[in-house]
């Protein structure tokens, strides 16, 4: 029998008296016996909670590389079909692998440098615009010489009744057939006098999209025009960014050809009236002042929203749309003061023709922050906007009806919190700006923007 109290009385690691579960558990006292007991059930505890925890990690390496999930993600039917692209309503797996490569005239191909913190997407786009091949010239219609050019005749265009039930995109396909890949169509008879780019801000309104596609092609067919549906699809889950989408389909649009009019349009408003023409005026303007979501009358005097059109060189004099408005709404607003600032006058449609349906869907938070953006529209315009615009392309493919782009509005992956974007808004001021006779530095926006007495410049 062992002699407890002859044994060394000096303290014993879980080694000295047992390490391996007890297997020398006759060399220690009763009361070192009992603490290797527990010792060593934390250890075989911990040493369970590891292979676990590996077990997990390998299990969802798995699922997430070889599951079908990972495969509709590589898809393209994923990516960029009509209904799966367009639910969109979760944060993707994977979105580094989602790449798109620009085509050049000379047959190479180019990624997008947005990642330098100097260079925006814009100025990367037009240094790079004389070398990128024109994808849209396939479908481009080419008229023989003495083709003469178009002559509406108005007393055939009159008011729309509007049916607001679900079509099925095949039926419209159907009865578009003379509707290029893209959403492309010139008139065979007769020159366009117009060529018009019709940008159409989208996600998670599928159904609406159907209802838009099914009224607007014959509508502007109509009308007589060259024209290509433009859907520009945001990515991911953030938040909504309206004025970005609009920034880079401006961009992307150019990759098609020239333009000589870009019509913004809403995916939720349906016009009821072919006499409102779809091609741009002297000045900018607003073709939607009588909306059925506002019992036909105009919400107020400053709105520029909706339905718009604008020359591309009045868009590039406003500096297109401000990339600030992240679900907040106000981006429109912020448009009107930017014509404003650039000394260009806004034209009105007239609200007895200009009456446009409106389709059901869920209404965007609208956030008190934005006003404090709106104070700032007059001084940030010429340098925020769509000079600075960052994006990554993921997609551009050309479906029957629309041609249809994908893009990351934050491919940087900026906070979306008021705090960072005061902190960007800053920057473009050096730092410093004056709010209301007083000067703001960086350190002090976030306060500024909390007090409830918010002065308009």
Known sequence: MIDYKEKDKRPRSLDDCGFDCFHKIHECTPEESLGNFVRCSRYTHRRWLLL????????????????????????????????????NNHNVPGEADLVYKYSLKNSSEILMDYKHEYNSSYYWFMSMKHLFKNIGEEETRRYSEGVPSCQLNESSLGPILVDKSIPDLKWVEDRNTDVSPGGYYAPVDCRASHRVAIIVPYRNRKMNLAVLLRYLHPFLKKQLLEY?????????????????????????????????????????????????????????????????????????????????????????????????????????????????????PMLRYNSTIARFATLPHERNRAGKDRYFFLDYSKLRYQVEGLRSTKYKLLSVVKRKLYTHILADVNPIRMKIAMKSIMRQLAKLFGNKLSYSGAEVKEGELYHVVERKSLTRL
């Not at 676990?52 to 070889?66: A, D, H, K, P």
């Not at 590589?74 to 639910?87: C, P, V």
């Not at 591309?312 to 106000?330: E, K, R």
């Open 52 to 87: 676990l925890s590996v077990l997990f990690m390998v299990e969802w390496y798995y699922l997430y590389n070889y599951s079908e999930y990972r495969k509709d993600l590589e898809s393209n039917i994923y990516k960029l079909g009509y209904a799966n692209a367009s639910t």
């Open 228 to 344: 290509r549906i433009f859907v520009i699809e945001q990515y991911g889950i953030e938040q909504f960014n309206k004025g970005t989408l609009y920034n880079i389909a401006f961009l992307e649009s150019q990759r098609f050809g020239s333009w000589d009019c870009l019509i913004f349009h809403d995916v939720d408003l349906i016009p009821e009236d072919e006499r409102i023409s779809y091609t741009c005026m002297k000045y900018p303007t607003h073709m939607s002042p009588s909306v059925e979501s506002q019992n036909y009358n105009l919400a107020y005097e400053t709105l520029f929203g909706g339905v718009t059109s604008l020359m591309p060189d009045q868009y590039i004099a406003v500096n297109g749309y401000s990339n600030f408005y992240w679900s907040w709404g106000a981006e429109d607003d912020d448009m009107y003061i930017r014509l404003q600032s650039a000394k260009l």
